[in-house]
């Protein structure tokens, strides 16, 4: 079944605040191999100009794909996510996520296009602060095979 293009500019509701823990920025950093002191020690983090530890810069995925979750379950869409692979992720940073801050993420539709057969759908996560600060843009393309009834230019 296509995707519904009307889905086209839906913003979702944001989610529940995150709080950002030193101990989940450590995990990440030794999920990815990088021993950067930054991401582990204040001390080193401070003298870099830092409140406390930051996070890696892909750390942001772990909220961007939770966010997506939103889309994935909004039965309406149609997206049969068994369908799904990712076809590209890029980060906007507009400044590092730190330890202690509290998350918030709102999920767009930035588009749907149909391609040889695939529902390309590009979502567009926005990660601020419960404050209001904005700290990263996560765009995300994800393709559902075999989903699209018609090719469109």
């Known amino acids: 079944m296509p995707l519904d293009q009307s889905f086209i ?21 030794e999920a990815i191999r990088d021993d950067s002191a930054l991401y582990r020690d204040i001390e080193a983090a401070k003298a870099a100009g830092y409140p406390d530890v930051i996070a890696p810069p892909t750390f942001a995925v772990l909220l961007s794909m939770s966010a997506q979750e939103t889309i994935v379950e909004d039965a309406q869409l149609g997206l049969d996510y068994s369908r799904v692979v990712h076809g590209q992720q890029d980060f906007t940073h507009h400044r590092p996520i730190r330890a202690g801050d509290e998350l918030v993420t709102v999920v767009h539709v930035d588009d749907i296009r149909a391609r040889a057969g695939n529902d390309f759908l590009t979502v567009r996560v926005e990660i601020g602060t419960a404050g209001g600060e904005a700290v990263c843009t996560a765009t995300s393309m994800l393709v559902a095979r075999g989903t699209a009834e018609e090719e469109q230019t």
């Open 9 to 29: 500019g839906r913003e979702y509701p944001p989610t529940r605040p995150y709080e950002v823990g030193r101990e989940k920025i450590r995990e990440f950093a």
